[in-house]
C-alpha cells in the first residue's frame, strides 16, 4: 500500500530572520524622525537655528536688566525671517535694558518686552526698592538742557562731572594782579544713571515703536529735571559739598567706554554707609588738589 510523502518541515531559523530584518528597519525609521525632529523643532523641520537671548531667571516689571539676568539658547527658525529683528542674539544687547512686562524664566527676550527709559514704563507694578548694591546709595542731583545734554541722558548711561570754583574758594588767596583764578576740573566718572525725573525724555521703547502708559496717554515730554545716580555714601557727601560750592556741569560717556555695573562696595576708605564722616573744603582739596593748579 501506497504511502504518502511527509509535509516538508520549515527550514531552521527562517521566520527568526524575517523578524530581525523588520526591527532594524524599525529602529532607522525610528532614528531618522528622532533627527528630523530635532533639527526642525517647532515644526521647522530640518531648518537653520540661531542663537537667542533668553530669560535665565524670572525678571520682574520695570527691573533694569544685568547680564546675569539672562542666558542664550539655539532656536530653529520658523521661516518668519522679518521675526528675526525683534530678538537679541548677544546678552550685552539686552543689558541696561528695562523690562516693560513681567518676563518668565526661559522665555526668549523680544524687544517688544523691553524699554530704553524707565519712565516709559507703567508705574502699577514698580519694585519697592531701586536696583542699588551692597554699600551704595542713591542720590539725586539737578540738571537741565546745558548741564545735562540737551536731554540725552538716560537710564543705563554713565556720566562724568565736572565742577569750576575759585581757587578762593580752597583757602587760597587772591593773586596780587587782583585776577581771580577760576579751575574746571572733572571730579567723577562713571557715575551711573539709574533714574531720570520728573519730566522725561521723549524716548521710544527697545522694540522701536511709540510707548504709551498704561492709560493710553503719551509719555511726558521735555528736558529732564534731574539725574539719580548711584554712588557711595562717602563719595556722596562730596558731591554735595560740589553742588553746594561750585559750578557743575556733566558729559555724558560714549556707550563703548562705559564701566562695568558696580558689585558689591569694595572701596576700602568708605567700606560701609557708617564710613562717611563729613567733608570740609581742606579734605576736598587734599583729595582732588585744586589749590595745587
Known amino acids: 500500500m501506497a504511502v ?26 525610528f532614528g531618522a524622525v528622532f533627527l528630523l525632529g530635532s533639527l526642525g523643532g517647532g515644526g521647522a523641520i530640518g531648518g537653520p537655528s540661531t542663537t537667542v537671548v533668553i530669560a535665565k531667571q524670572a ?6 536688566i544685568t547680564e546675569a539676568d539672562l542666558s542664550t539658547a539655539k532656536i530653529a527658525l520658523t521661516g518668519n525671517e522679518s521675526s528675526l529683528g525683534n530678538i537679541y542674539g548677544a546678552t550685552k544687547d539686552v543689558a541696561n535694558l528695562i523690562a516693560q512686562i513681567n518676563i518668565s524664566k526661559g522665555a526668549v527676550i523680544t524687544a517688544d518686552m523691553l524699554a530704553k527709559d524707565i519712565n516709559l514704563v507703567p508705574t ?3 519694585p519697592a526698592y531701586l536696583p542699588l548694591v551692597k554699600g551704595y546709595v542713591a542720590m539725586t542731583i539737578p540738571t537741565g538742557e546745558q548741564q545735562g545734554v540737551a536731554g540725552h541722558i538716560s537710564v543705563g548711561d554713565y556720566i ?15 593773586s596780587s594782579s587782583g585776577v ?26 527697545a522694540g ?3 510707548s504709551t502708559t498704561s492709560t493710553g496717554a503719551a509719555p511726558t515730554t521735555g528736558i529732564t529735571s534731574s539725574l539719580t545716580v548711584e554712588l557711595t555714601q562717602c563719595d556722596a557727601e562730596y558731591l554735595v559739598w560740589f553742588l553746594n560750592n561750585t559750578q557743575v556741569r556733566y558729559t555724558l560717556e560714549s556707550f563703548k567706554d562705559y564701566g562695568t555695573q558696580p558689585t558689591d562696595n569694595q572701596d576700602p576708605s568708605c567700606p560701609t554707609i557708617t564710613a562717611a564722616g563729613g567733608v570740609t573744603q581742606t579734605q576736598v582739596d587734599a583729595r582732588y588738589h585744586f589749590s595745587a593748579l
Open 4 to 29: 504518502a510523502p511527509a509535509a516538508a518541515r520549515p527550514r531552521p531559523g527562517g521566520g527568526r530572520l524575517f523578524i530581525i530584518v523588520g526591527l532594524l528597519l524599525a529602529l532607522v525609521a
Open 124 to 126: 502699577g507694578a514698580a
Open 180 to 205: 581771580t583764578k577760576i579751575i574746571s576740573k572733572t571730579v567723577f566718572t562713571n557715575l551711573r544713571i539709574i533714574g531720570l525725573g520728573p519730566a522725561a525724555a521723549n524716548l521710544q521703547s
Open 59 to 64: 525678571i520682574p516689571l520695570r527691573h533694569q
Open 208 to 210: 522701536g515703536g511709540s
Open 160 to 174: 562724568t562731572m565736572i565742577v569750576s570754583a575759585s581757587v578762593t574758594t580752597f583757602g587760597a588767596k587772591p
